[in-house]
């Protein structure tokens, strides 16, 4: 019993060391980058493989310039798998066999020559110069050399935007952005916005100088002041709207009038355009100041805020009308509509329906009635109103008169005499009859 326990615990062990045992490696893959100047070596390779590089000559951290350079490769197997005997291992594209020895195998490969230094001797920078609620510049550009430098900017502030008018330095540190490849040589000159820099310190390969700005200029002016709003018009409440039509991008603007209440005729009414300058923008003194497009009153409150006002025009109304039309007569149909229609200014208005009370049979006026004329006279001038002032006169008569709220309906009334009373023939013969009776037999005429 215990050999068979023994002889399956063998088994076991044999099976897992099947199990474990790694792949053998007859083909891989390895790139090797060609040196560059100042660049760091770069190595892959395949799995189930090891590669070590040995270089000639040496090195530190980065390839040095103007140097030939022979790379010696060891390739082994990784941990758990076994090289063949041949292996056919692709370099840098290139197949080749090669035969395992002592349990490896060493591959040689010579580079070309790396490229000379660009020496930097002479740098042209830009920093960009503060305007007001611009963000500041972290990094200056190169004009000379085009590439290899690199460059952090800080400033002598917690600004997160340029303030307007206020006085800013900057501290700039230029590097290469390879010291081997691009390597800043000594005496170097500098130039920074077209100014010669001599205080600068050179350490190494690291440049720092100070710039310091004028006062911060705004990044734009507001010369045009120019607004379309909505005019007066009678009976309706004023509006808030205001379009901008210049500096869009540096203004903003609100309108108020010196009215809350719906526009009435015969007043002139004042729009004020409240304008300011947006983050960074100005606003020039004696900007040109329009509202649609009539020249309006500047008032600069700062260079930021200023008003733009205008008094538009009174809207113009009817001072009267004289509108004839048939007086009620006892038995003649009533008109619905005027015969003539005068106002003044002329043709203000052109037309008016009458409507009549109490009401008509048939059309026709009845005797010894007061009867009431209302009139309707709408405007015919879309550019004049009626007001509550306008007189009417009805047949030269004055007529009490109400306006609708948009001003462009006036309504009059008028109560005309009685009309004639006329009586009914009948009614005459029956009492004539009856006086008769009375004569003759008093006793059968009932009073």
């Known amino acids: ?27 891989a893959t390895i790139t090797l980058n060609a040196p560059a100047t100042g660049v760091k070596e770069k190595l892959t390779y395949s799995s189930g493989i090891t590669v070590n590089v040995d270089w000639t000559p040496s090195f530190t951290d980065t390839f040095d310039p103007e140097t030939t350079y022979s790379a010696k490769l060891t390739v082994k ?19 080749k066999k090669y035969t ?8 040689t490969k010579e580079f070309p020559k790396t490229a000379k230094a660009v020496e930097i001797d002479d740098i042209i920078c830009k920093l960009e110069e503060p305007k007001a609620a611009n963000t500041p510049a972290t990094t200056v550009t190169f004009t000379s050399p085009s590439s290899g430098l690199t460059s952090k900017v800080t400033w002598d502030t ?26 800043i040589t000594s005496p170097v000159t500098l130039k920074c916005n077209g100014d010669s820099i001599k205080d600068f310190k050179l350490d190494g390969q690291k440049i720092t100088f100070t710039y310091a700005f004028g006062e911060t200029l705004p990044k734009g002016t507001a010369d045009i002041l120019s607004f379309t709003v909505n005019a007066p018009v009678a009976g309706q409440n004023p509006s808030s709207y205001v379009r901008i039509n210049a500096h869009t991008d ?107 009370s109490p009401a008509l049979v048939n059309g026709e006026f009845d005797s010894g009635i ?13 550019g004049i109103v009626f007001d509550k002032d306008t007189a009417v006169y009805i047949n030269g008569e004055k007529a009490a008169t109400s306006v609708s709220k948009d001003y462009k309906t006036l309504t009059a009334t008028y109560t005309f005499p009685k009309t004639t009373f006329i009586p009914n023939p009948i009614e005459i013969i029956k009492e004539m009859f009856n006086l008769m009776l009375a004569i003759f037999n008093p006793a059968s005429y009932f009073f």
């Open 370 to 382: 007061e009867y009431n004329a209302t009139v309707t006279i709408p405007i015919s001038d879309t």
């Open 1 to 27: 019993m215990k050999i068979w326990k023994i002889v399956m615990c063998l088994l076991a062990v044999l099976l897992l060391a099947g199990c474990v045992s790694g792949a053998t490696i007859d083909s």
């Open 250 to 356: 540096k203004i903003t603007a609100t309108l108020a009038w010196d009215t809350t209440s719906a526009f009435k005729p015969d007043v002139p009414y004042t729009a004020t355009v409240t304008v300011y300058a947006k983050d960074g923008y100005v606003i020039k003194e004696g900007a040109a100041a329009k509202i649609n497009g009539e020249t309006a009153i500047l008032n600069m409150i700062s260079n930021t805020k200023a008003t733009v006002t205008y008094t538009f025009d009174e809207i113009d109304s009817v001072a009267s009308v004289n509108v004839n039309f048939a007086a009620p007569a006892t038995g003649n149909l009533a008109q619905t509509a005027a015969t003539e229609v005068k106002t003044m200014p002329a043709d203000a208005a052109k037309t008016a329906t009458i409507s009549w």
């Open 100 to 107: 395992l020895s002592n349990g490896k195998i060493e591959i």
């Open 158 to 183: 917690k600004d997160t935007k340029f303030v307007l008018g206020k006085k800013y330095t900057a501290t700039v540190v230029i590097e290469p952005t390879n010291e081997k490849a691009y390597p």
């Open 77 to 95: 197997n990784s941990s758990g798998n076994t090289l063949a005997n041949t292996v056919t291992i692709k370099l840098n594209g290139d197949s």
